[in-house]
């Protein structure tokens, strides 16, 4: 079967750094995805990993390892509005999109 | 403003109640999806639509019926509905389904069943 695997709910400082880790067995690989979602709202896009390496984009960055099915997402400088649920999704070899469960960031001050 | 709208945000309902959720993008995008958030759990996804025509029905129960009538709005029509259907349904769009596009979600709607 098809899993994606994150971490149910972390915790972090204000200011510091944390990384969310995501990791996949599908069948095939067309491209990951970081969702934001605050409580109460919709899923909001962050970022998109075909390739390896990492896309950084302002304070959050998105890295890939397709031959370890691995992914993470960096979030610097945390700011209390980065309280969120973070989404990791996968597109496999026809199209189709496997979301994991998310994973609560909670920013203490 | 998230360029897709759902209506209600927020619903209860019996379980021998019939009601409609909305959902409507002025995106121009071809793909409607209806999702279903339960707490803890994947987003699953339940019908996608494409180009108004039906392309997934993930064995969702009959007591879920959706409806397209042209790209720009997606209904999901309940009824008899049980506990356990209670979460937060979402609608989703994008440029084409099974093309390499992102989604954009609405904000939701939370139903309740009672």
């Known amino acids: 079967g098809q899993n994606i695997d994150q971490p149910t709910e972390m915790t972090a400082t204000e200011g510091a750094i944390v990384q969310i880790n995501c990791t996949y067995q599908?069948?095939?690989?067309?491209?990951l995805f970081w969702y934001q979602q605050h409580a109460g709202e919709a899923p909001t896009f962050l970022s998109y990993n075909v390739l390896d390496g990492l896309e950084e984009k302002g304070r959050f960055s998105s890295f890939l390892s397709r031959s370890k099915g691995y992914s993470y997402l960096l979030l610097k400088e945390l700011q209390m509005k980065d309280s969120a649920s973070y989404l990791c999704a996968v597109r496999d070899r026809d199209y189709q999109l496997i979301w994991g469960a998310g994973t609560k960031l909670i920013i203490k001050p | 403003e998230t360029g897709v709208t759902q209506t209600p945000r927020h619903l209860v309902m019996g379980m021998t109640n019939k009601k409609s959720l909305k959902c409507e993008q002025h995106?121009?995008?071809?793909?409607m999806y209806w999702y279903k958030q339960s707490a803890k759990k994947p987003l699953e996804l339940m019908f996608v639509?494409?180009?108004?025509?039906?392309?997934e029905n993930n064995s969702v129960p009959s007591r879920f019926s959706p409806e397209c009538p042209n790209s720009s709005h997606l209904f999901l029509h309940l009824h008899t509905l049980q506990p356990e259907d209670s979460a937060l349904y979402l609608c989703?769009?994008?440029?084409?389904?099974?093309?390499?596009?992102?989604?954009?979600f609405g904000s939701g709607t939370r139903l309740t069943v009672v």
């Open positions: 989703a769009s994008s440029q084409e389904y099974k093309m390499n596009y992102g989604y954009t």
């Open positions: 639509y494409n180009f108004k025509e039906q392309t």
């Open positions: 995106l121009g995008h071809n793909a």
């Open positions: 599908t069948s095939g690989f067309n491209g």
